[in-house]
């Protein structure tokens, strides 16, 4: 094929810039013209090319929204590392995570196990973190995403596929669910890291057991002004909607129709008028044990760590604390996740630290102090009321604290949570999330 | 340098085509001179202003990515207005559930503002003309809470007003309120996220109506006493008058940052009875998909401060143009 020579354009250039002087061009001049344009040449293509899409073409989704009826392999976007590394020597783990939901004494046992240091950089929520992780600038060995970001991180192509020879844990230790979990079919780029579900905490110095397990609908009580200034919900769009939803009745928590929306919508309406309601995201496991709350919206999680915010810890505050979820167990449940992000510098130490967490001493030692419960197949789920854990042993508590308080056993999650009577929670299509948005923010607003 | 030796004259070209008179300083400067002291600011206002306006413009009527965050769009001919559309028949429409957000901030500012200035003004008075001695040290301990992060100071408060904090406590112990019914400022009361503001920002209002004050000669008020004026007289026909620059500047520096606080009313109500607008930008820009949407409440929060801030640059013309 005939192709033109690079420099045969140059006769054309300083021809023409002769006939726009109106004289010859020196040579000195020709090669400060010739440059110029070599820079700005490839520059202003760069600039109309960039000016000549629209950015609203190019984001398109390339992922399938996982549903437990609708379970989704991931492709593989790269490739795992290969089987039989060694750990990095002399590393820095960064560890990226929400705060407070990882005992630093844990990761130090896995920092002295395999000689390296580690770093923690936390984020407040989802959106905050794929934002961060967006922009490149972090370097990130271990990350703990929620499932329904995991087929946009993917096709972002922000993990790193597993190598399950590093992981034996999860086979051997974990729930037999997570070996196949809908939203990561095959665990190509997760590992489970913790389940819970979302009920309601409340003080039990104000409200009996019975009273709240007895009652027709528990949720209602949410709304019954002899607790005004006293209620919390969470500043979680997809919780409390989904919560005012079940109030109503409603058990689809992924429901996209306009009148179920509408009609949690106007019950959250009403919760500020019956209640003077307050949305907070550490009203929970901060605020109640403190006082401040009789009633609060939950995750089993939230209120299993609340213990070691009970300002004068003695058994009558630490027994205050109480956790409700329905004894047919139609609730929200749902589990977090560990994965690896593809600009890892230490994959390996990363896969480790997977397999460490996945332990059942690890993970147990974990759940003591963050009060989330791993999913451990060794666990049984009946003894954990009775059982001491480790942040209890080493702190000077007047009491022992059990993994879960023995008047709490409906904190105690259970694999059937998941797998049969649990509402899972998960994306939503863009229309519906903008229907659900919009309430929220009608409620936010306080109109 | 010798005593009688005429200073030199700066360095610089001389002018070639004039003769230099005594009112001249004889030096010539070339014309891009003097105006080139004002490039850092220029500068200053391009990164700092115009360079991230325009971003807020770019993502205001952009898109979002993947992952539903704010995608900016930076050519003008591919900016879509459904976004705000969308913010406008929010606030404008027939269901309008922004507006009440937007009245309520209003009041608060309002309100929040007022106080500041009358315990500001009485402050900032006391200081200029009757601290005295101890003025350097009481303009230390006006300053000292800007050394506090106004996250702090805040949280601070949380603390002091809980159920059995030290406010509590202490109205306890005047027996102001019953022993076994404390009251529950942070349950979500409007009076608490006010009074939040005027703690947060009073010292916005004290600075500048000090410095104006202190510079008020005290001829101007011996005249007036000289003229018959009682003390009251004086202060409501001389000071007063001659403070409404400052007054109208600490109230611009004490109400604009106010209209875009969320962090006092996250953390001293948290109910969404006491929703400012600028929570309603917090939650939107942490929100998937609302990015847009905060960028666009930016915006109409920006031309509503713009009338204020007009005012207040019509007002501080006019003095000038009287001087």
């Not at chain 1, 440059?35 to 992922?63: D, E, H, W, Y």
């Not at chain 1, 549903?67 to 990095?88: F, N």
């Not at chain 2, 940052?257 to 309603?280: A, C």
């Amino acid at each position: 094929m005939w192709q033109r020579h690079p420099r045969e354009g140059s006769k054309d250039l300083r021809e023409g810039l002769e006939r726009r002087l109106g004289r010859p061009l020196s040579r000195r001049e020709f090669l400060r013209a010739s440059a110029g344009a070599a820079v700005a040449m490839p520059t202003m293509s760069a600039i109309l090319a960039a000016c000549g899409k629209n950015p609203r073409a190019q984001t398109t989704p390339g992922f399938q929204v996982a549903t437990p009826d609708h379970p989704v392999k991931l492709p593989l976007v790269g490739q795992p590392i290969a089987d039989g590394l060694q750990p990095e020597s002399g590393a820095t783990l960064q560890i990226y995570n929400w705060d407070q939901y990882l005992w630093k004494h844990v990761v130090q046992e896995f920092c002295d196990q395999y000689k390296c240091d580690f770093k923690i950089t936390t984020f407040n929520n989802m959106e905050e973190a794929v934002t961060k992780m967006q922009t490149g600038e972090l370097k990130l060995d271990v990350f703990f995403p929620t499932y329904d970001v995991l087929g946009k991180l993917v096709d972002g192509k922000f993990l790193q596929p597993l190598n399950h020879s590093y992981i034996p844990n999860l086979e051997a230790n974990a729930w037999d669910m997570f070996k196949n979990p809908f939203y990561d079919q095959g665990w190509q780029y997760s590992v489970p890291y913790t389940v819970y579900t979302t009920g309601i905490a409340y003080r039990r110095d104000y409200i009996h057991d019975d009273q709240i397990f007895g009652a027709d609908n528990p949720r209602a009580m949410l709304w019954d002004p002899q607790y005004s200034g006293k209620v919390g919900v969470y500043d979680s769009y997809r919780d409390t909607i989904g919560f005012a939803l079940q109030k109503e009745g409603i058990n689809d928590v992924n429901t996209e129709k306009s009148a179920d929306i509408d009609k949690a919508k106007a019950a959250l309406l009403e919760l500020i008028s019956a209640v003077n309601v307050r949305v907070e995201i550490n009203g929970a496991y901060a605020k109640l044990p403190k006082g401040e709350y009789v009633l609060h919206e939950s995750w089993s999680g939230d209120i299993v760590a609340g213990w070691g915010y009970v300002p004068k810890y003695v058994e009558a505050d630490y027994e205050a604390l109480g956790y409700w979820f329905p004894d047919d167990r139609i609730g929200p449940a749902d589990n977090d996740l560990i994965a690896v992000p593809s600009n890892a510098e230490h994959p390996v130490l990363a896969h480790l630290f997977l397999n460490f967490m996945l332990d059942f001493k690890n993970a147990m030692d974990n759940f003591s102090w963050v009060g989330y419960q791993p999913p451990q197949k060794q666990a049984d789920v009946n003894a954990l009321t009775t059982t001491e854990g480790l942040y209890s042993k080493i702190s000077n508590w007047a009491a022992p604290a059990m993994y879960v308080p023995p008047w709490m056993p409906a904190a105690v999650v259970r694999e059937s949570d998941l797998t049969t009577t649990g509402l899972r929670v998960h994306e939503l299509s863009p229309a519906g999330d903008t229907l659900w948005q919009n309430a929220w923010q009608e409620f936010k607003a306080g109109a | 340098m010798p005593e009688g030796e005429a200073t030199p004259a700066p360095k610089g070209r001389r002018r070639p085509d004039r003769e230099e008179s005594p009112e001249e300083s004889g030096v010539w400067y070339p014309r891009w001179f003097w105006p080139s002291f004002a490039s850092p600011g220029i500068v200053w206002l391009l990164v700092l202003f115009v360079l991230p306006f325009y971003v807020i413009l770019a993502i205001a009527f952009g898109t979002v990515d993947l992952f539903r965050n704010p995608l900016p769009v930076w050519q003008p001919w591919w900016w879509t207005k459904s976004y705000l559309l969308d913010v406008l028949t929010k606030i404008f429409g027939a269901q309008a559930f922004l507006r009440p957000t937007y009245y309520r901030t209003l009041v608060y500012v309002i309100i929040a503002s007022a106080i500041c200035l009358l315990i500001g003004y009485a402050v900032a008075y006391y200081v200029a003309r009757h601290a005295g001695k101890r003025k350097t040290l009481i303009l230390i301990l006006l300053i000292s809470p800007f050394w506090i992060s106004y996250l702090m100071r805040m949280l601070a408060w949380v603390n002091l007003l809980e159920s059995d904090g030290y406010v509590n406590r202490t109205l306890q112990f005047l027996h102001l309120i019953p022993a076994n019914h404390p009251i529950a400022w942070l349950e979500g009361k409007p009076v608490t996220v006010i009074l939040g503001l005027v703690y947060g920002y009073i010292p916005y209002m004290i600075l500048p109506l000090y410095g104006f004050l202190d510079r008020i000669q005290s001829s101007l008020l011996e005249a007036g006493r000289d003229l018959g004026a009682s003390p009251a007289s004086t202060f409501w026909r001389v000071t007063l008058p001659l403070s409404k620059p400052a007054i109208y500047a600490g109230l611009v520096i004490v109400s604009l940052p106010m209209f875009g606080d969320y962090y006092t009313n996250n953390l001293l109500s948290g109910s969404p009875k006491t929703t400012m607008i600028g929570n309603l930008i917090d939650d939107s820009v942490g929100s998937y998909g609302q990015g847009p949407q905060g960028a666009v409440l930016v915006i109409i929060l920006m031309i509503l401060l713009l009338v204020p801030m007009l005012y207040y640059m019509r007002s501080t013309l006019r003095a000038q143009e009287l001087k």
